[in-house]
């Protein structure tokens, strides 16, 4: 079984600051990582995910996350939000050990990013 | 790029009635779709697992009498909520995988339901 923790309910940023949601997960077998996006009465949107391969993930919109296996974290930045970029983050897990690897995600409980002027 | 298409978008239906929502991949097959709820500022919870030509598996706690899945057609499951109560109102999304063995999975817009 797995679980995802996100500390920040909702993070406040002003416009073009760099902006960090943190995400750790737990689990006793290898896992994929994904961030989702959510933007108000929609449904999810991928960001970005790592599979295997540089820890450094780029994704849409100018986000990248880094996956960090010792400190069972996977991040996600951007160096300069926008306005639009005011959503709800979703950082989810999925077991790599399952036949086809992103099939039932576990997912954290959000953050809400508020970008202000 | 791929999209998973959700239909209705808002749904309100009175207590004790059912309701249907519809979940489809439009430019791919769909062999594995999964449904899940979101309450209010809250996140997403796996509610069952839908396969193509068989029976759905359902999460823990899930009951499988009341939320109905079907997914008759490597393009479309649906989920009917039986004898809704206001309770059961909530944001059911749908999320398809791209093929039998890919790990690329796509979401819908998701439904509201409102159950009054």
């Known amino acids: 079984a797995q679980s995802v923790t996100q500390l920040d309910s909702q993070v406040p940023v002003f416009e073009e600051a760099p902006v960090e949601l943190r995400c750790n997960y737990s689990s006793s077998v290898s896992v994929y990582l994904f961030w989702y996006v959510q933007y108000p009465n929609q449904g999810l949107q991928l960001l970005l995910k790592?599979?295997?391969?540089?820890?450094l993930v780029k994704g849409i919109n100018g986000f990248e996350a880094e996956f960090n296996k010792s400190q069972t974290s996977f991040h996600l930045r951007k160096p300069s939000v926008h306005i639009s970029d005011t959503a709800e983050y979703f950082c989810a897990v999925s077991d790599r050990t399952l036949t086809g690897g992103g099939n039932k995600l576990t997912f954290g409980t959000g953050t809400q990013l508020k970008v202000e002027l | 790029g791929a999209v998973v298409s959700q239909h209705p978008s808002r749904v309100i239906c009175k207590s004790g009635t059912s309701v249907k929502i519809e979940c489809r991949s439009l430019d791919f097959q769909a062999t594995t779709m999964f449904w899940y709820r979101q309450f209010p500022k809250q996140s997403l919870m796996l509610m069952a697992t839908?396969?193509?030509?068989?029976?759905?598996?359902?999460e823990q706690g899930v009951e499988k009498d009341k939320f109905l899945i079907n997914h008759a057609s490597l393009t479309l499951s649906t989920l009917t909520v039986t004898s809704a109560h206001p309770e059961d109102s909530s944001f059911y999304i749908c999320?398809?995988?791209?093929?039998?063995?890919?790990?690329?999975?796509?979401f819908g817009e998701g439904s509201w339901l409102t159950v009054v």
């Open positions: 999320s398809a995988r791209v093929g039998r063995l890919g790990n690329t999975i796509y």
């Open positions: 839908s396969n193509e030509g068989s029976k759905a598996t359902y």
């Open positions: 790592y599979l295997s391969g540089s820890t």
